[in-house]
């Protein structure tokens, strides 16, 4: 089974994932995966706390993965050991943990998920670059490229996509004060050229479908 939610901004919001919150944990094993849509927190100062939160995740009956968000730590998430994951590249950060890679499908329960993270980080006027704020929060044009190159390969087919920010038109939908940008505009043209089942993102702090097909996910953990 393949499970969905939003941020977890490591300590602040991983409480969701505790067995009262989500009780069908108990009966799933790590063939079973908790995709978090961005922002995991878990990779951001490598500190006793971190490593205690990552260890309280890979004792868990699932296995996690997680989108990369804006506020990540993206020199220290990219030190990370690069492997083979379920026909995707991705970053083991433990045994059952990874960071699922921008332009990546992957092959899980059957399923085949596109994922690209990253989104604009609206508050980095009052953050320090490379202390709490990483230009890599935005992608590179070779990122988008080789994302279309993967997309071209599958016939710009896949059962879902897994990204932190919205495409334009949905974000404007959902959240209009938050500015457009060069992720978003590339999400808008991937939402009229790639056929998919359903699309699923964070980022914006609040559960809400925003139509049939495109779902804002925060404390929600919704099953594929």
């Known amino acids: 089974m393949i499970f969905v939610t939003g941020d977890t901004h490591i300590p602040i919001d991983i409480s969701k994932l505790n067995t009262k919150s989500f009780p069908l944990q108990k009966k799933l094993c790590k063939d079973d995966f908790l995709i978090i849509c961005g922002d995991f927190g878990g990779v951001w100062r490598n500190d006793k706390e971190e490593r205690y939160w990552r260890k309280w995740l890979e004792e868990k009956r699932f296995t996690t993965l997680f989108v990369d968000g804006n506020h990540e730590n993206f020199d220290l998430l990219s030190s990370f050991e690069e492997v083979d994951f379920h026909g995707g590249r991705a970053h083991r950060i433990s045994n ?9 499908i992957y092959l899980l329960d059957g399923k085949t998920i596109f994922t690209f993270g990253g989104a604009s980080s609206h508050d980095k006027q009052y953050r320090t670059e490379g202390l709490n704020w990483w230009r890599q929060e935005l992608p590179t044009q070779e990122e988008l490229q080789s994302a279309q190159k993967t997309l071209n390969d599958v016939n710009r087919r896949v059962d879902y996509l897994i990204t932190h920010c919205a495409p334009t038109s949905v974000q404007h939908a959902l959240a209009p004060a938050y500015p457009t940008d060069i992720l978003t505009d590339f999400f808008e043209e991937l939402k009229g ?6 699309w699923f993102f964070g980022h914006y ?3 809400r479908a925003v139509d049939e097909r495109h779902r804002c996910l925060f404390e929600e953990i919704v099953q594929l």
């Open 205 to 207: 702090h609040r559960d």
């Open 193 to 198: 050229t790639v056929s998919y089942n359903g």
């Open 96 to 104: 059952s943990i990874y960071h699922l890679m921008r332009g990546q």
